[in-house]
Nanobody
């Protein structure tokens, strides 16, 4: 089993920054994918960014150039640096971990005011 603990959400003004972190523990294998999805009230969950153990990244078009995902494999931790935040980024952000079946973090609220 894999457990995910995420943190870093909060309330910021438009144009501000936040950094999310997600620490994985348990049955972690040498190759995996971590990242974040987000879900706003009344909307479907959508991919934000992912990163493999080898450092390959994937971003939603809406966050390219503003968000950066990274990871520290020694700590089994992923980070999402969010800059130039917009009100439309407001959502609950869920950490994601996948080898076979996906595991999900508890979610952290990000609210961006205009």
């Amino acid at each position: 089993q894999v457990q995910l603990v995420e943190s870093g959400g909060g309330l910021v003004q438009a144009g501000g920054s936040l950094r999310l972190s997600c620490a994985a523990s348990g049955s972690i294998f040498s190759r995996n994918v971590m990242g974040w999805y987000r879900q706003a009230p009344g909307k479907q969950r959508e991919l934000v960014a992912t990163i493999t153990t080898g450092g390959s990244t994937n971003y939603a078009d809406s966050v390219k150039g503003r968000f950066t995902i990274s990871r520290d494999n020694a700590k089994n931790t992923a980070y999402l640096q969010m800059n130039s935040l917009k009100p439309e980024d407001t959502a609950v952000y869920y950490c994601y971990f996948r080898v076979g079946v996906a595991s999900w973090g508890q979610g952290t609220q990000v609210t961006v005011s205009s």
